[in-house]
């Protein structure tokens, strides 16, 4: 039998998991990821705080701050996307400090991969720069959102780990 903090992480996590797909679908598409996005995996968050112990989730939140703010200052210089900073921020809520190097870890190689994919033949497959894109025509944007994505996936995994 669940207990109530196992069906609230549970709900929470398939919540996030189910945002996470649809991330990644949307940014590999149109180089896009919604609002909605985000406010569902935070939305899995608080759901799932349910389940957790007090310091967990507030140290999830500030990780997810810190991520927020390291984010807005690399949006700031043209670095990254800003679907891309919403998503690593709600994904870094989930991490919290004790696997944050794994959500690094994990979109960093998920990353890798999507370049090694771009600078091969089957790069063909990925879609073009949206129109209107200032950059269209100088380089290729990288959905990275996809790489984030699969990070959030692993950090999410690793939480059912301990309900199986």
Known sequence: MMT???TAMGLGLS??????????VSDFRRFLIPNRIC?????GYLIAMAGMPMN????GLATGGAVLALGTLLFARGLVGG???????VAALWAGPAL??????????????IAAVMLSPLRRRMPAAPEGD??????QPMPFGVALAAG??????LHLQPML
């Open 56 to 59: 967990a989730w507030l140290l």
């Open 39 to 43: 406010v569902f995996v935070a939305g």
């Open 83 to 89: 679907g891309d900073v919403k998503l690593a921020s």
């Open 4 to 6: 109530l903090n196992q």
């Open 100 to 113: 944050i190097s794994q959500f690094a870890l994990v979109t960093g190689l998920a990353g890798l991969g």
């Open 152 to 157: 959030g996936v692993w950090v999410a995994l």
């Open 15 to 24: 919540i996030t998991v189910a945002a996470f797909a649809w991330a990644a």
């Open 134 to 139: 200032p950059t269209r025509g100088l380089r």
